[in-house]
Protein backbone atom coordinates (compact mmCIF):
# COMPACT_ATOMS: atom_id res chain seq x y z
CA UNK A 1 0.00 0.00 0.00
CA UNK A 2 0.97 3.66 -0.39
CA UNK A 3 2.10 5.63 2.43
CA UNK A 4 3.53 9.31 2.36
CA UNK A 5 5.72 10.92 5.11
CA UNK A 6 6.57 14.25 6.03
CA UNK A 7 9.26 15.70 8.72
CA UNK A 8 10.08 17.04 10.90
CA UNK A 9 6.17 17.75 12.39
CA UNK A 10 6.81 20.48 14.48
CA UNK A 11 9.85 23.34 13.59
CA UNK A 12 10.25 26.43 15.71
CA UNK A 13 13.01 28.80 13.83
CA UNK A 14 13.76 32.23 13.74
CA UNK A 15 13.42 34.72 11.18
CA UNK A 16 15.91 35.03 8.53
CA UNK A 17 17.02 31.21 9.05
CA UNK A 18 16.50 28.14 6.27
CA UNK A 19 13.81 25.80 5.88
CA UNK A 20 13.79 22.66 4.69
CA UNK A 21 10.72 20.23 5.04
CA UNK A 22 10.47 17.05 3.53
CA UNK A 23 8.48 14.36 2.16
CA UNK A 24 8.60 11.06 0.68
CA UNK A 25 6.40 8.44 -0.76
CA UNK A 26 6.36 4.98 -0.96
CA UNK A 27 4.42 2.11 -2.70
CA UNK A 28 3.91 4.05 -6.19
CA UNK A 29 6.13 5.30 -8.87
CA UNK A 30 5.97 8.76 -10.75
CA UNK A 31 3.13 10.36 -8.61
CA UNK A 32 2.20 13.95 -8.58
CA UNK A 33 3.54 15.74 -5.81
CA UNK A 34 1.87 19.15 -3.88
CA UNK A 35 2.83 21.20 -0.97
CA UNK A 36 0.12 22.69 0.43
CA UNK A 37 0.82 25.61 2.90
CA UNK A 38 -2.38 26.24 5.54
CA UNK A 39 -2.43 29.79 7.57
CA UNK A 40 -4.50 30.54 10.58
CA UNK A 41 -5.83 27.29 10.41
CA UNK A 42 -8.10 27.28 7.53
CA UNK A 43 -7.79 27.50 3.63
CA UNK A 44 -4.99 25.65 1.99
CA UNK A 45 -2.96 26.99 -0.21
CA UNK A 46 -1.56 25.64 -3.44
CA UNK A 47 2.92 26.51 -3.33
CA UNK A 48 4.26 23.87 -5.60
CA UNK A 49 3.16 21.00 -7.83
CA UNK A 50 5.76 18.52 -9.56
CA UNK A 51 4.85 15.91 -12.04
CA UNK A 52 8.15 14.85 -12.57
CA UNK A 53 11.72 14.83 -11.75
CA UNK A 54 13.18 18.43 -11.52
CA UNK A 55 9.83 19.20 -13.05
CA UNK A 56 8.15 22.39 -10.46
CA UNK A 57 5.29 24.55 -11.04
CA UNK A 58 4.84 27.66 -8.53
CA UNK A 59 1.69 28.79 -8.12
CA UNK A 60 2.79 31.70 -5.40
CA UNK A 61 5.90 33.79 -5.94
CA UNK A 62 7.66 34.02 -2.44
CA UNK A 63 10.71 33.18 -0.50
CA UNK A 64 10.23 29.45 -0.46
CA UNK A 65 11.24 26.78 -3.36
CA UNK A 66 10.65 23.56 -3.78
CA UNK A 67 12.97 20.47 -5.47
CA UNK A 68 12.27 16.81 -6.65
CA UNK A 69 15.89 15.65 -6.69
CA UNK A 70 14.27 11.73 -6.94
CA UNK A 71 10.41 10.45 -8.30
CA UNK A 72 9.35 10.08 -5.03
CA UNK A 73 11.13 13.09 -2.84
CA UNK A 74 9.55 16.63 -2.64
CA UNK A 75 11.46 18.76 -0.90
CA UNK A 76 10.06 22.40 0.42
CA UNK A 77 13.57 24.93 1.06
CA UNK A 78 13.64 28.76 2.00
CA UNK A 79 17.44 30.15 2.69
CA UNK A 80 15.47 32.88 4.41
CA UNK A 81 12.65 32.78 6.72
CA UNK A 82 9.70 35.35 7.26
CA UNK A 83 7.32 35.90 10.08
CA UNK A 84 4.97 35.55 6.96
CA UNK A 85 5.76 31.94 6.34
CA UNK A 86 4.40 30.28 10.05
CA UNK A 87 1.66 28.08 9.04
CA UNK A 88 1.16 24.01 8.73
CA UNK A 89 2.87 22.61 5.78
CA UNK A 90 0.95 19.60 4.35
CA UNK A 91 2.99 17.48 1.43
CA UNK A 92 0.17 15.27 -0.68
CA UNK A 93 0.34 13.10 -3.83
CA UNK A 94 -1.95 11.80 -6.31
CA UNK A 95 -1.21 9.14 -9.05
CA UNK A 96 0.16 10.55 -12.05
CA UNK A 97 -2.23 10.15 -15.08
CA UNK A 98 -5.72 9.46 -13.15
CA UNK A 99 -7.89 11.62 -11.72
CA UNK A 100 -8.26 10.28 -8.60
CA UNK A 101 -7.86 12.21 -4.81
CA UNK A 102 -4.56 13.55 -2.81
CA UNK A 103 -3.46 11.80 0.06
CA UNK A 104 -1.72 13.70 2.46
CA UNK A 105 0.99 13.41 4.72
CA UNK A 106 0.57 14.54 8.56
CA UNK A 107 1.86 17.80 7.83
CA UNK A 108 4.31 19.82 9.31
CA UNK A 109 4.12 22.85 11.63
CA UNK A 110 6.11 25.67 11.40
CA UNK A 111 6.63 28.64 13.55
CA UNK A 112 8.64 31.55 12.70
CA UNK A 113 9.52 33.63 15.83
CA UNK B 1 -12.56 33.70 -9.10
CA UNK B 2 -12.89 31.54 -6.50
CA UNK B 3 -13.41 27.94 -8.01
CA UNK B 4 -14.80 26.01 -5.11
CA UNK B 5 -17.13 28.00 -2.42
CA UNK B 6 -17.69 27.37 1.34
CA UNK B 7 -20.33 29.68 2.18
CA UNK B 8 -20.63 28.39 5.47
CA UNK B 9 -17.53 29.21 7.86
CA UNK B 10 -18.59 28.12 10.93
CA UNK B 11 -21.43 25.41 11.72
CA UNK B 12 -22.35 24.26 15.33
CA UNK B 13 -25.07 21.72 16.09
CA UNK B 14 -25.76 19.73 19.02
CA UNK B 15 -24.82 15.81 19.25
CA UNK B 16 -27.85 13.60 16.95
CA UNK B 17 -28.59 16.08 14.80
CA UNK B 18 -28.44 16.46 11.02
CA UNK B 19 -26.37 19.12 9.40
CA UNK B 20 -25.78 20.01 5.66
CA UNK B 21 -22.24 21.33 4.58
CA UNK B 22 -22.67 23.03 1.38
CA UNK B 23 -19.89 23.24 -1.42
CA UNK B 24 -20.58 25.42 -5.02
CA UNK B 25 -18.11 24.55 -7.44
CA UNK B 26 -17.34 26.67 -11.07
CA UNK B 27 -15.65 24.71 -14.25
CA UNK B 28 -15.93 25.04 -17.82
CA UNK B 29 -14.39 22.01 -18.05
CA UNK B 30 -17.10 19.51 -19.02
CA UNK B 31 -15.25 16.28 -17.25
CA UNK B 32 -13.83 17.20 -13.60
CA UNK B 33 -13.77 15.58 -9.87
CA UNK B 34 -14.82 16.88 -6.80
CA UNK B 35 -13.81 15.85 -3.30
CA UNK B 36 -14.32 16.18 0.23
CA UNK B 37 -12.03 15.79 2.50
CA UNK B 38 -12.16 16.22 6.37
CA UNK B 39 -9.09 17.69 8.89
CA UNK B 40 -9.92 16.74 12.47
CA UNK B 41 -7.98 18.59 15.40
CA UNK B 42 -4.40 16.68 14.49
CA UNK B 43 -4.00 18.36 11.09
CA UNK B 44 -4.20 15.65 8.65
CA UNK B 45 -7.15 15.79 5.94
CA UNK B 46 -8.51 12.36 5.21
CA UNK B 47 -10.13 11.23 2.13
CA UNK B 48 -13.93 10.95 2.09
CA UNK B 49 -15.27 10.84 -1.52
CA UNK B 50 -14.27 11.46 -5.06
CA UNK B 51 -16.88 11.80 -7.68
CA UNK B 52 -16.54 12.47 -11.62
CA UNK B 53 -18.69 14.44 -13.44
CA UNK B 54 -20.48 11.98 -15.47
CA UNK B 55 -21.85 10.53 -11.94
CA UNK B 56 -24.39 12.14 -10.56
CA UNK B 57 -25.82 9.46 -8.43
CA UNK B 58 -25.89 10.24 -4.59
CA UNK B 59 -23.92 7.93 -2.46
CA UNK B 60 -24.15 7.25 1.12
CA UNK B 61 -21.86 5.47 3.37
CA UNK B 62 -23.08 4.79 6.94
CA UNK B 63 -24.05 8.57 8.10
CA UNK B 64 -22.80 10.18 5.48
CA UNK B 65 -24.20 11.42 2.56
CA UNK B 66 -23.47 13.61 -0.44
CA UNK B 67 -25.95 14.89 -3.15
CA UNK B 68 -24.35 15.93 -6.31
CA UNK B 69 -26.13 18.66 -8.85
CA UNK B 70 -24.49 19.62 -11.59
CA UNK B 71 -27.92 21.88 -11.92
CA UNK B 72 -26.87 24.01 -9.80
CA UNK B 73 -22.96 23.15 -9.69
CA UNK B 74 -23.51 22.13 -5.85
CA UNK B 75 -21.76 19.09 -3.89
CA UNK B 76 -22.95 19.17 -0.74
CA UNK B 77 -22.08 16.84 2.25
CA UNK B 78 -25.19 15.81 4.82
CA UNK B 79 -24.08 14.25 8.61
CA UNK B 80 -27.10 12.15 9.93
CA UNK B 81 -26.86 11.77 13.62
CA UNK B 82 -23.95 14.15 14.18
CA UNK B 83 -21.16 13.12 16.82
CA UNK B 84 -18.71 14.48 18.83
CA UNK B 85 -16.18 12.58 16.97
CA UNK B 86 -17.67 14.74 13.67
CA UNK B 87 -15.92 17.89 15.00
CA UNK B 88 -13.25 18.51 12.40
CA UNK B 89 -12.60 21.33 8.91
CA UNK B 90 -14.40 19.85 6.13
CA UNK B 91 -13.15 20.44 2.97
CA UNK B 92 -14.32 20.48 -0.74
CA UNK B 93 -12.27 20.27 -3.77
CA UNK B 94 -12.42 20.17 -7.40
CA UNK B 95 -10.03 19.10 -10.28
CA UNK B 96 -10.70 19.34 -13.59
CA UNK B 97 -9.47 17.61 -16.50
CA UNK B 98 -7.42 20.00 -17.76
CA UNK B 99 -5.19 20.43 -14.71
CA UNK B 100 -2.80 18.96 -12.43
CA UNK B 101 -4.27 21.09 -9.25
CA UNK B 102 -6.96 20.36 -6.87
CA UNK B 103 -8.72 23.62 -6.10
CA UNK B 104 -9.57 23.55 -2.25
CA UNK B 105 -12.53 25.69 -0.75
CA UNK B 106 -11.94 27.54 2.54
CA UNK B 107 -13.20 24.66 4.48
CA UNK B 108 -16.60 24.62 7.03
CA UNK B 109 -15.23 23.92 10.78
CA UNK B 110 -18.42 21.95 12.50
CA UNK B 111 -18.46 21.68 16.17
CA UNK B 112 -20.96 18.53 17.05
CA UNK B 113 -22.30 19.73 20.83
CA UNK B 114 -22.18 16.61 22.96
Known amino acids: SQTIHQWPATLVQPVGSPLSLECTVEGTSNPNLYWYRQAAGRGLQLLFYSVGIGQISSEVPQNLSASRPQDRQFILSSKKLLLSDSGFYLC????????????FGEGSRLTVL | AQKVTQAQTEISVVEKEDVTLDCVYETRDTTYYLFWYKQPPSGELVFLIRRNSFDEQNEISGRYSWNFQKSTSSFNFTITASQVVDSAVYFC???????????FGTGTSLTVIP
Open chain 2, 93 to 103: ALREYTGNQFY
Open chain 1, 92 to 103: AWSAMGSFGELF
